[in-house]
């Protein structure tokens, strides 16, 4: 899954599992329900109407040309553009990572507002810790 997400899509182009614009749409071949390649590969029933998957096919190419012309931000970085020039994107999204996985009890908007406004606090500014990880003599002090 991308780190960027559409502003806002329509609902015929917004996967109803990850409530995103589609990446890479895949249509249940006996539904014709629509989701991201991602959010439908493995399943056994379709996510809409419970229908029994056998088999997908990409998605109606008028939706995949659709798709890509939306606008899109990095959830990460800020940058924008896009869906097309979104696969195209890389930004430093390894600490970005690394945070939402040290931190998962800080919503993603509590993340970015951190960010964005360090005198609220930093999310690494705690006691005993360097980049949120325990600095090892104090590691020692709380095992005696």
């Not at 890479?24 to 014709?32: A, L, M, R």
């Not at 908007?109 to 951190?114: Q, V």
Request: proline share 6%.
């Amino acid at each position: 899954m991308s780190c960027c997400r559409a502003f806002s899509a329509p609902e015929a182009l917004t996967c109803q599992v990850c409530l995103d614009s589609f990446q890479n749409p895949t249509q249940v071949f006996i539904c014709g329900h629509i989701f991201c390649e991602s959010c439908i590969r493995g399943a056994t029933n379709c996510p809409t109407c419970r229908g029994h998957v056998e088999y997908t096919k990409p998605g109606p190419y008028s939706v995949a040309q659709g798709v890509l012309v939306l606008p899109v931000m990095c959830g990460s970085c800020g940058w924008q553009g896009t869906r097309q020039q979104s696969l195209a994107h890389r930004c430093g999204t390894k600490d970005t990572q690394s945070v939402y996985s040290s931190y998962p009890h800080l919503s993603d908007e509590e993340l970015r507002r951190r960010a964005m406004n360090p005198s609220r606090g930093s999310i690494f500014d705690q006691p005993g810790t360097f980049q949120g990880i325990a600095l090892s003599s104090e590691v020692d002090q709380t095992r005696k």
